[in-house]
């Protein structure tokens, strides 16, 4: 079947079957690679996307059930060619080691701080809390998440 998917303010029209993820047409049929196949059960986050805005596994989505509403991936946070804020906090706080579970990290994160602009740790503790990261980053990734969410008050980034 054929179906339109919204991704990063772009449609895309893609041949699929009912039974593909959303992860595997991300990957596969659009290149992008940025969201990471982690453990394919919904289990680890590393495959996290916002669909409508909302953190999504995309591991565990069809993707049919993702057309029509807009995806937002690793690749659609940058605006203009500058770095998200939290992207950047990221980078700045080096709250990444291997990189793995980096992308879904920003995009549960960036979720947060649309509906926290404030977010204490437990806050941050609370919302991802279906995001692991092996290598153990966390308190890095709090204080990545902190710092963004501060310079988004004043007003550094979009
Ligand atoms: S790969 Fe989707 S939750 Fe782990
Ligand atoms: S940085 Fe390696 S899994 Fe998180």
Known sequence: MQIELLVNGRIHRVDT??????????REDLDLTGTKYGCG???????????DGQPAR????????????????????????????????????????????TSGMILAGAALLQKNSSPQP???????????????????IIHAIQSAAASMKRGEHV
């Open 41 to 51: 059960e919904g289990e680890c986050g590393a495959c996290t996307v916002l669909l």
């Open 122 to 140: 437990d806050d941050i503790i609370h919302a991802m809390q279906g995001n692991i990261c092996r290598c153990g980053t966390y308190p890095r």
């Open 17 to 26: 079957d009912l039974e593909r993820s959303l992860l595997n047409v991300l």
């Open 58 to 101: 995309s591991c565990l989505t069809p993707a049919n059930a993702a057309a029509g509403k807009p995806i937002t991936t690793i690749e659609g946070l940058e605006k203009d060619g500058a770095l998200h804020p939290l992207q950047q906090a990221f980078l700045d706080a080096d709250a990444l080691q291997c990189g793995y579970c």
